[in-house]
């Protein structure tokens, strides 16, 4: 697609509730970048992708959050048993290579509730 | 890990007004990148700029790497600036950019 397109927009979870966010990257970029967004935060980098592998996941908060890219294109952050602390928005981000030079396009963002 | 202080964190202009938006990191750098987040929260590249002078428009940028610093400078802001301005950088073996708190722009009619 012409962009990196993230689903659902928004999400209001109860506590407790499992909650799954995707992440359409643009076509043919093979890396992918979740980061989570508080209020009046930057964003804060949670894990990243090449291609299918999962490189470096050590911005995850707990093991309650888990990521998968199984066919190195579309992405799902999972976040089990939610907490109210993981209220943000969870912003998604594609590159055509690893370095910036090349140009990070980022997602709209799903804006998570938990209440 | 690599510390992105930005400065002021908070700005509001009238339109027409010029502005300049400063960060400061902690280590020398691999990449550095400017952000827009519009009001709808959308992050717009604008810059990639490890050293020396860009310039787009209304909007240029500079990076002293030596001095561990970038300025975003804004001339006759107007108010589709608005918005919050994002420094990014990485560094050492790591090409994930680490995002300093932003700089929140309200620009005037």
């Known amino acids: 697609g012409a962009g990196v397109s993230q689903s659902p927009r928004y999400k209001v979870a109860k506590r407790g509730q499992d909650v799954a966010l995707r992440c359409d990257p643009i076509?043919?970029?093979?890396?992918l970048f979740w980061y989570q967004q508080a209020l009046g935060q930057g964003p804060e980098f949670l894990t990243y992708?090449?291609?299918?592998?999962?490189?470096?996941k050590s911005g995850l908060p707990s093991d309650r959050f888990f990521a998968e890219r199984p066919e190195g294109s579309v992405s799902t952050l999972k976040i089990q048993r939610t907490q109210q602390e993981d209220s943000a928005v969870y912003l998604c981000?594609?590159?055509?290579?690893?370095?910036?030079?090349?140009?990070?396009?980022f997602g709209s963002g799903t804006r998570l509730t938990v209440v | 890990g690599i510390q992105v202080e930005q400065s002021p964190p908070d700005l509001i202009l009238q339109e027409g007004a010029n502005s300049t938006l400063r960060c400061n990191f902690s280590d020398s750098v691999n990449n550095l990148q400017w952000f827009h987040q519009n009001p709808w929260g959308q992050l717009i590249n604008l810059f990639y700029i490890p050293s020396g002078t860009k310039q787009n428009g209304r909007l240029s940028a500079t990076t002293v790497a030596t001095e561990r610093y970038s300025l975003l400078y804004i001339s006759s802001s107007q108010t589709t600036d608005s918005g919050v301005y994002f420094c990014?950088?990485?560094?050492?073996?790591?090409?994930?950019?680490?995002f300093g708190r932003g700089t929140s722009l309200i620009v005037h009619p």
């Open positions: 992708f090449q291609n299918e592998a999962q490189l470096d």
């Open positions: 990014a950088v990485d560094s050492g073996g790591s090409y994930i950019p680490t």
């Open positions: 981000a594609s590159s055509p290579s690893l370095t910036p030079r090349a140009g990070y396009t």
């Open positions: 076509s043919g970029h093979v890396s």
